[in-house]
């Protein structure tokens, strides 16, 4: 007889049902793994054989339109009979709204299947049931309050004009008097200037994306912000001190950084209402260097077409008496320019060495760290079956197991987090130094096959602070990191390869100028030449309309350049 319940024990067969609400708790498992061997260790103390597990990832319980729950339902209803229950961690890993969870029960029970919760006790009896109804009301309550605390204290703080969210570009998530708002941080000035300049109509917004991207108006990765961020950002009212929320426009009582005349304006703007023929002529096709290039008195180039007597002439100006340029000329000047920074092997020689030496320390401080983690991840895992097994034996209360579980299931959460975290400067340097070697060796032919808009974003990163013409020749208050070396070695007539070392790609350090070895020995340096080549592969790697006329326009084009 014995033998017999034994084996009837032994036959009875159980699905297994775990769940994660976020997907940051999905990355590689967490308690997912531990929710899993928690249910399985519970199903073999029970009596249970388990025959399926069904891991839901990153979905809420307050929906039964779950992926692998239809799943498991679908399961158990067509092996009737073959199965005798469904395991859980808690009733509201199944689900935290009470009408779903009932439908749940009575379409299992209907096929002979119970849910069994491995951290809540209740019989199948009427006292049982009870607690069980309670559990799962328990679970929807919780969501309820939640939400329902989290929405009334928004609409709250927003009557109150506390701005209770993120904060946008320009401002910084604060508490004042103890509670949450906003106000103006470093980048609030960029973001003043960003309408100022709009509202002046001299520059077009992609333009001014851009030059505000070099004084540090970038994204979290520090780069530029998208097209569409930057234009979402601008028709921000909150830019003016307005919040716009719940279907209605509340008044902030934080500080404005534009006054509401200046953000309407801007609106305006944006929206094609004025200036329209200004802003075809900002986008002018033929003339690349308007608005770049600067006289020695400030004035700002620009550029237009002369009738003549059969033909039109174009013609370059600062609108000032015998500044006129024929367009021919001042575009060759300014290739001659760029010819200057051509870039030899003995270059890419320097930067390969030093972008090498600076930045494999990091690599392997990166996956050293890695290592410590993986051995401290392995170390949580021995504790949680430790745990798990004193559980087993009736060693520790349920209490404490699941209090423990959980604070290694959130260390194991953050370790992961670490451990899949790539390097600072995540960048193939061999990869980079291929795109420098072919994009560099001539930057004046680069700029004269890019499309309009590639014209533009070059020129800025070459020169962030645009150039000056006297007329005849051209100087740079500011340019790009490899083009500043180059331009110090090469000014102080620096040869760069001893006699000993001829025939040799090499830089002797020794034989460099002073200042071009200060420049060497700076990881900071190094770290702007690394961020100014990705910046302009992303460049180059943009797609532009007018080059579909171009019978080399292959994504790749630059490189037959």
């Not at 096929?111 to 009896?125: C, L, M, N």
């Not at 620009?302 to 001042?330: A, H, M, N």
């Not at 499309?451 to 533009?456: D, F, G, I, P, T």
């Not at 700076?522 to 006329?549: H, P, Y």
């Amino acid at each position: 007889m014995k033998n017999s319940k034994k084996n009837e024990t032994i036959l009875k067969k159980a699905a297994i049902y775990c769940r994660v609400s976020t997907k940051e708790q999905v990355d590689e498992g967490n308690s997912l793994v531990s929710q899993e061997r928690v249910c399985r260790e519970y199903a073999t103390k029970e009596g249970y054989e388990v025959v399926e597990v069904f891991i839901e990832k990153g979905e809420s319980a307050k929906t039964a339109d779950r992926k692998e729950l239809k799943r498991l339902l679908s399961f158990c209803t067509a092996k009737k009979g073959n199965v005798h229950a469904v395991i859980a961690y808690k009733v509201d890993r199944i689900s935290r709204n009470i009408a779903d969870y009932s439908h749940i029960r009575v379409l299992l029970k209907k096929h002979g299947i119970e849910i069994r919760s491995v951290t809540e006790f209740f019989e199948d009896t009427p006292a049982g049931r009870f607690m069980e109804n309670i559990i799962a009301n328990v679970s929807q309550f919780d969501n309820d309050v939640r939400t329902e605390r989290s929405l009334g204290g928004m609409k709250e703080a927003v009557k109150e004009g506390r701005y209770v969210w993120t904060a946008p570009k320009g401002y910084s998530n604060v508490k004042i008097n103890g509670k949450s708002t906003i106000a103006p941080n470093e980048f609030a000035l960029l973001m003043k200037e960003a309408f100022e300049l709009i509202a002046q109509r001299r520059y077009s917004t992609d333009v001014i994306r851009l030059q505000l991207a070099e004084k540090g108006l970038v994204n979290k990765m520090g780069r530029p912000l998208t097209c569409s961020t930057f234009f979402q950002i601008l028709r921000n009212p909150i830019y003016k001190g307005k919040i716009k929320k719940f279907g209605e426009v509340f008044q902030g009582t934080f500080d404005a950084i534009v006054s509401e005349d200046l953000f309407d304006d801007v609106q305006n703007i944006l929206k094609g209402r004025k200036n329209k023929v200004k802003h075809y002529l900002h986008e002018n096709p033929d003339f690349p260097l308007r608005r770049f290039v600067f006289s020695e008195q400030g004035k700002q180039l620009t550029g237009y077409w002369s009738k003549g007597k059969r033909l039109k002439y174009p013609y370059y100006s600062f609108q000032i008496p015998r500044t006129t340029i024929r367009k021919e000329v001042l575009e060759s000047k300014f290739m001659d320019l760029l010819a200057q920074y051509r870039i030899d092997s003995r270059f890419l020689s320097l930067m390969r060495k030093n972008l090498i030496k600076y930045f494999q320390k990091q690599t392997d401080t990166h996956e050293q760290d890695k290592e410590q983690i993986k051995t401290r991840i392995g170390e949580i895992n021995g504790l949680i079956d430790n745990l798990i097994k004193l559980q087993t034996e009736g060693s520790i209360s349920t209490n404490i197991f699941t209090d423990r579980i959980q604070k290694f299931d959130q260390e194991l959460e953050d370790l992961k987090k670490h451990l899949y975290m790539p390097p600072v400067n995540n960048v193939n340097i061999p990869d980079l130094l291929k795109f420098a070697a072919e994009v560099l060796k001539n930057p004046d032919i680069l700029w004269l096959r890019a499309s309009l808009e590639q014209k533009r974003q070059i020129q800025v990163f070459d020169f962030p602070e645009g150039v000056i013409f006297n007329g005849e020749n051209f100087r740079t208050p500011k340019m790009w990191s490899i083009f500043k070396l180059k331009d110090i070695i090469d000014g102080e007539n620096f040869v760069g390869v001893p006699s000993k070392y001829t025939g040799k790609n090499t830089l002797c350090k020794t034989n460099l100028p002073p200042s071009a070895v200060k420049l060497i020995k700076s990881r900071a340096f190094w770290e702007e030449v690394l961020t100014d080549l990705s910046k302009l592969q992303d460049i180059m790697a943009g797609k532009d309309k007018e080059k579909d006329n171009d019978p080399l326009k292959d994504e790749y084009w630059w490189m037959a350049a």
